[in-house]
């Protein structure tokens, strides 16, 4: 790599479109959080790694991410906490100036029936899912419209797209999320910031693998292998497949493309 004038010539500009960037995603000590931070690291950014409590994981993710030559950094916070999220801000800011691309990935999505659901369970889903994004997205949206240039992306899920049996928390949070999205995108989008949500579909090799199956298998037998029998592409998704889509919508070549939807789903069919 070379650079021209103290600037990144137009070589090295094509190849790391995302050089001089700083990202940000929360929740991103495994699965796609982990892998989103890879992607958006070889894009050239700059990669704050976020976790709440898995510290070990945040430092393997920022080793493997030296190990690429990516330069990352680890920053511990529960992002569903408003507070926190003040004080993270006043961190990164006080360290990088600002935040260009916050990738709003911090999530759960326990399984429930509604007439067991709890008000404890209800918040806490709601506010690990949704509220997380909007006390991220507040804190970091001013210094986008001061350097006049964003990327914000959400990751949200089928559940608030279709409905998701025994999800009733989840399905709402993310549906929210999808409402954020939109109206983040219509007020900031003057300021040449984007915002767009990306749906997930069914994973392979995601953490809560297991749970997931055991437990809808559980409450109605069947349900999990019926679900991926809906995939036209006829295999689960990858945390990779979840990051190229994230790659393109924090990329220059998305430049006009906010308030979207982009469903990484192997074609899946909401029926």
């Known amino acids: 790599m070379t650079k021209s004038h103290g600037f990144w010539s137009a070589e090295v ?23 989103v931070a890879g992607r958006l690291g070889r894009m050239g950014a700059k990669v704050v790694v976020n976790v709440r409590a898995s510290i070990d994981e945040g430092k393997a993710v920022c080793a493997s991410l030296g190990e690429q030559g990516i330069d990352s950094t680890l920053r511990v916070a529960d992002v569903s906490d408003s507070a926190q999220v003040r004080e993270l801000g006043d961190d990164l800011i006080a360290s990088f100036g600002r935040v260009d691309v916050l990738v709003n990935n911090v999530g759960i999505s326990p399984m429930m029936p509604i007439t067991e659901t709890t008000d404890d369970f209800w918040h806490l889903v709601l506010n690990t899912s949704l509220s997380s994004a909007f006390f991220c997205t507040r804190a970091f949206a001013p210094g986008m419209i001061e350097a006049r ?45 984007t915002c767009n949500f990306v749906g997930p579909g069914h994973l392979e090799r995601v953490h809560e693998r297991k749970y997931y199956k055991d437990e809808s298998d559980t409450l109605d037998p069947g349900f999990s292998d019926r679900w991926a029998a809906m995939i036209p592409r006829k295999r689960l998704g990858t945390a990779d497949d979840v990051a190229s889509g994230c790659a393109f919508l924090a990329s220059p070549d998305a430049d006009y493309v906010t308030g979207q939807t982009l469903l990484v789903n192997g074609g899946m069919f909401f029926t």
């Open 13 to 35: 500009a094509q190849e790391l479109p995302l050089a001089g960037k700083v990202a940000l995603v929360t929740g991103s000590g495994r699965n796609i959080g982990a892998a």
């Open 149 to 193: 240039w964003g990327r914000i992306i959400n990751i949200g899920g089928v559940a608030g797209i279709r409905g998701t049996k025994f999800k009733t928390a989840n399905a709402a949070a993310k549906a929210g999320l999808s409402g954020l999205t939109r109206s983040t995108a219509n007020e900031l989008g003057e300021f040449g910031i």
